[in-house]
């Protein structure tokens, strides 16, 4: 009671005291969380850094220490590497596909979730499953259900599309498709592979996408039916602008999720028939090779590819999210 | 998966357009009467597609766990168990210690158990004092700091790998389920900061100031008033982080692939699943039983959980 009273005699000091108190208390708040990601996060990327420009292999660096001799060999030889340009590539096709992939089929369903039918609480709950699932267990239930031995799907495909051939779907690098006549190829595997994504994660874009939608105000929309828009007009002018910010975040999200994604694919295919996207890569350097130094300087180009895309995207784009969102 | 609601959109179209007219002489349809009454249709048709999509592998997965092999490879394409086939042994044998000749799968749920709650706890005492603080108290480097949390998200968990395994390899930590849980942490902060501080922010700065008046310090203000406010939020992150590390498999592989004793049930499923010894339909109720947890858990706290994760959303 009595520092509350001399509070309001003198009332300078006390409010200057406080914000400095404030900063201390922040301080002494913030230290540990920092302390932990330092430990945890920064200090091993800086390693990685560090071991991108050394000729490390496992065993040198048991003897060696922190710091080896320096050297620029990882990068030539990982730019120099055949595989590692389509590796990037394939890459950037998975990462965009299974993106692009997720957040169309979440925004569908979030447009065909929006209004109450019955079932939709159990619906709703049913399709959080591919997310929620550990993915080893799923990417094993697809592997069983795809294989041309006893697989489902090809055993459906046989009785219900006369399928001749049971088709290998995550072990074909390139199937040959007869459309109208005209035959080309496309590369199978790495569609299960982005199909697969896509099923996994379309139920978090299609999470926030209907907390999204449920927040815009139902006059809006009124108004534009009483004016005589039809429902496509209404969703192009209404619902899509309102939309628009959360589909942007959701695509740079998933976009960065998927750019270093390991698990799926290593599970599904292991990086084999044209899926090998580089984080299968970095993985295989280290464990069959103990090639240390290259499999740090594949990670390095591949976050440096990362950020380079996100830099494009948000000098294009960031202006006018961070309007939005101001 | 993608091109199908396209394929369904060209047959509801078939069904849905000609209808209306083509009985009696009716007005036209106007494009709006044509359109509430296309995707009135399209709607059900992607309702039933996703319901098909999402079920039908779950329950395929669960078929499969309770018949013997021979049923699968006498008829891949059923969807349905019959009841002379219906056995409960693939549990049995994926569930008992490989000293027992099972697969030992309990002893993994235990390791994977025992992984999940350390990086909960230790999670939860990293993110708690981070994000308060950069969500309530304005301090020198606020900003910075929390850009750094949001920076953690751009880096590639094998960026991490590398040096973290050379790290372990050097401490003799490979093998130590503790020492997974520490490297858990890095997976799990920044979203716990973020989901924590979502919520923080919310509490209105008049409770926080009364408690001060009344005398409590910042800590005990932390410790009686804050948290248990937020204990909801506690729990839903609390569930999210153990649902990431029960489901990881990258660091467990890296870390404990040598020492089967240690495997979590991920990295157990995932290393019998590459050899041919084990019969798929028992690896299925290994699937199973890896599922069943995190999907339970889930569902007892879906509400909390969904709304955990996607508040801010509906903000813009």
Redesign the interface.
């Known amino acids: 009671m009595s520092?509350?009273r001399s509070g309001a005699k003198k009332r300078r000091v006390p409010t200057q005291s406080s914000?400095s108190r404030?900063?201390?208390?922040?301080?002494?708040?913030?230290?540990?969380?920092?302390l932990?990601?330092l430990v945890?996060?920064?200090?091993?990327?800086l390693?990685?850094v560090l071991?991108a420009f050394q000729n490390a292999r496992?065993v040198d660096?048991?003897v060696n220490g922190l710091f080896g001799r320096w050297t620029l060999d990882n990068f030539s030889q990982v730019f120099g590497s055949p595989g590692f340009w389509s590796s990037l590539g394939t890459t950037l096709l998975y990462t965009v596909g299974s993106t692009?992939?997720s957040v169309?089929?979440g925004l569908?369903?979030a447009?065909?979730?929006r209004r109450p039918?019955r079932g939709r609480g159990a619906?709703r709950?049913?399709?959080?499953?591919?997310y929620?699932?550990?993915?080893?267990?799923?990417s094993?239930?697809?592997?069983?259900?795809l294989s041309p031995?006893?697989?489902?799907v090809?055993?459906?495909g046989h009785?219900l599309f006369g399928w001749e051939d049971p088709i290998a779907f995550l072990s074909t690098r390139s199937y040959e498709v007869g459309l109208f006549g005209i035959h080309f190829d496309i590369p199978l595997a790495l569609l299960t592979v982005i199909?697969f994504e896509?099923?996994r994660y379309?139920?978090f874009a299609f999470?926030?996408m209907l907390?999204?939608l449920?927040?815009v105000p139902a006059g809006l929309e009124e108004a534009a039916e009483v004016d005589?828009a039809?429902?496509?007009q209404r969703f192009r002018h209404i619902l899509l602008p309102?939309l628009m910010?959360?589909i942007a975040l959701l695509s740079v999200l998933r976009f960065?999720m998927t750019?270093?994604k390991?698990?799926d694919v290593?599970?599904l295919t292991g990086g084999g028939s044209g899926t090998d996207v580089v984080?299968v890569r970095?993985?295989d350097f280290?464990?069959s090779r103990f090639d240390?130094g290259a499999?740090?300087a594949q990670?390095?180009v591949?976050?440096v590819v990362?950020?380079a895309l996100?830099g494009v995207y948000f000098k294009f784009f960031g202006r006018k999210m961070q309007e939005?969102?101001a | 998966?993608?091109p199908a609601?396209t394929t369904t959109r060209e047959q509801a179209k078939g069904t849905a357009g000609p209808l209306p007219g083509a009985r009696r002489p009716r007005p036209r349809l106007t494009?709006?009467q044509f359109?509430?009454r296309f995707?009135g249709v399209l709607?059900w048709v992607?309702?039933a597609f996703?319901?098909a999509?999402?079920?039908v592998?779950?329950s395929?997965?669960l078929m499969?766990s309770v018949k013997p092999i021979d049923a699968?490879?006498l008829d891949?394409?059923?969807?349905w168990v019959s009841a002379k086939d219906f056995t409960l042994d693939t549990y049995r044998s994926v569930l008992r210690s490989s000293a027992e000749g099972g697969q030992g799968f309990l002893g993994m749920l235990l390791n994977s158990a025992l992984v999940a709650v350390a990086t909960v706890l230790l999670t939860l005492?990293?993110?708690v004092?981070?994000?308060?603080?950069?969500s309530r108290?304005?301090?020198?480097?606020?900003r910075q700091?929390s850009a750094?949390?949001l920076a953690?998200?751009?880096?590639?968990?094998?960026?991490?790998?590398?040096?973290?395994?050379?790290?372990f390899?050097?401490m003799g930590l490979s093998g130590s389920l503790v020492g997974l849980a520490?490297?858990y942490?890095?997976q799990t902060?920044p979203v716990s900061?973020y989901m924590l501080k979502n919520y923080f922010v919310t509490i209105p700065f008049s409770i926080e100031e009364a408690a001060a008046?009344d005398?409590a310090s910042?800590l005990q203000t932390v410790r009686r008033i804050i948290l248990p406010l937020a204990l909801p939020t506690l729990m839903a992150t609390g569930l999210y982080v153990f649902?990431i590390a029960?489901?990881e498999?990258?660091f467990a592989l890296?870390f404990l692939a040598a020492d089967p004793e240690r495997w979590t049930?991920?990295?157990g499923?995932?290393q019998l699943?590459n050899g041919i010894e084990v019969s798929?339909t028992v690896?299925?109720a290994g699937?199973?039983v890896?599922?069943i947890p995190?999907?339970l858990l889930?569902?007892s706290a879906?509400r909390l959980l969904?709304e955990g994760?996607?508040s801010g959303?509906?903000?813009?």
């Open positions: 520092t509350t914000s404030e900063n201390r208390a922040g301080l002494a708040f913030v230290t540990p969380t920092f932990v990601v945890v996060v920064i200090l091993p990327i390693w990685t071991l496992l660096i048991q692009a992939g169309v089929l569908i369903a447009l065909a979730l039918f619906l709950a049913a399709m959080l499953l591919p929620v699932a550990p993915v080893v267990a799923v094993f239930v697809w592997e069983v259900a031995q006893y697989g489902i090809n055993e459906w009785k199909a896509t099923w379309f139920p999470l926030f907390a999204r449920q927040a005589g039809t429902l496509t309102q910010p959360v960065i750019f270093n390991f698990d290593y599970l984080a970095v993985y280290l464990t240390v499999a740090s990670a390095l591949l976050a990362l950020m996100l939005e969102a | 998966m993608t609601p494009r709006a359109e509430e995707f709607r992607v309702i996703l319901a999509i999402t079920i592998p779950f395929y997965m499969l699968l490879l891949p394409g059923s969807l005492a990293a993110a004092p981070g994000a308060y603080a950069v108290l304005k301090f020198f480097g606020n700091v750094v949390f953690v998200y751009l880096f590639p968990a094998t960026l991490l790998a590398v040096p973290l395994f050379v790290m390899a050097k520490v490297v942490i890095a902060v900061i008046i005398g910042r649902m029960w489901n498999f990258l890296l049930v991920s990295l499923l995932q699943a798929k690896l299925m699937s199973v890896l599922t995190v999907v889930f569902f879906e969904t994760l996607t959303a509906d903000k813009g």
